[in-house]
């Protein structure tokens, strides 16, 4: 059995990821770092940011509210979070949320649940999480990632 080192990370600290639409992602445990159980990471989102309906079959989610709002859908059914809220969701699950103002959330998940986020791309060491690579925009990701009706 592998000997894990201690991980500590203080606000800000970690790799930091842009995630489709509008969010930044700042990994804050990783697969490697928890010896597989689970990854942990900071979501900041921008007002307006829509996640696409989607579903991760092979594992479940956990993320609770830092600050800022979101309306989540899970299997049909709305619910607003906001600080200190937290969902945990089934692998099985088909979910999607919209952010209706800059939020910050905490996700907790096994390796699994997040092997979507290869799309994403790195961000430089110097990028801070209110600037996104000029390609990205939050109302072109909407368009294109609106939930099937």
Not at 5 to 10: I, K, L, N, S
Not at 44 to 64: I, M, N, Q
Not at 78 to 98: K, M, N, W
């Amino acid at each position: 059995m592998k000997t894990l080192a201690a991980t500590v990370r203080e606000n800000g600290e970690g790799e930091q990821r842009w995630f489709c639409g509008g969010g930044l992602h700042t990994w804050k445990a990783t697969e490697e770092e928890t010896g597989g159980a689970f990854l942990i990471f900071e979501d900041s989102l921008d007002a307006g940011k829509v996640t696409p309906l989607h579903r991760h079959p092979d594992a479940d989610e956990t993320f609770y509210m830092l600050e800022g709002e979101i309306v989540l859908h899970v299997d049909g059914e709305e619910r607003q979070l906001r600080d200190g809220d937290i969902a945990v969701i089934p692998g099985a699950s088909r979910t999607h949320s919209t952010s209706p103002q800059r939020t910050r959330e905490c996700f907790a998940c096994r390796p699994l649940a997040v092997a979507g986020c290869s799309t994403a791309s790195r961000v430089s060491p110097l990028c801070k999480a209110n600037h996104r690579p000029p390609s990205t925009s939050t109302e072109s990701a909407r368009q294109q990632h609106e939930p099937a009706r």
